[in-house]
């Protein structure tokens, strides 16, 4: 049973960076791409970036997020990590790491198979 487990959350000021970390157990994800996502009090969940676990490693993102955030991988780890920079207060939410098989829309939560319990980033104005 594949698990995803989301690190690296806090309380930070408007400017900062903070970086995610979403460590994969369980099972192999060799075949995935592992997302990225947010929600915020009273929003929907909302896609942030992906990445393909192996091959080309094609990342992909959110127009809002360009620029700002950036997602890696460490094979030997087992982690995907979102580097986040230049933090608004509107960044606030529950941070997700999720895991879908290889193909398809990467940018849609539906067919994300595995989900992390989420991590909390707070950025105060």
């Known amino acids: 049973q594949g698990q995803l487990v989301e690190s690296g959350g806090g309380l930070v000021q408007a400017g900062d960076s903070l970086r995610l970390s979403c460590t994969a157990s369980g099972r192999s994800f060799s075949s995935y791409a592992i997302g990225w996502f947010r929600q915020a009090p009273g929003k929907e969940r909302e896609f942030l970036a992906a990445?393909?676990?192996?091959?080309?490693?094609?990342?992909y993102y959110a127009d809002s997020v360009k620029g700002r955030f950036t997602i890696s991988k460490d094979n030997a780890k087992n982690t995907v990590s979102l580097q986040m920079n230049s933090l608004k207060p509107e960044d606030t939410a529950v941070y997700y790491c999720?895991?879908?098989?290889?193909?398809?829309?990467?940018?849609?939560?539906?067919?994300?198979?595995?989900w992390g319990q989420g991590t909390q980033v707070t950025v105060s104005s």
């Open positions: 990445i393909v676990w192996s091959g080309g490693s094609s990342t």
């Open positions: 999720a895991a879908k098989y290889y193909g398809g829309n990467y940018y849609n939560k539906v067919g994300y198979e595995y």
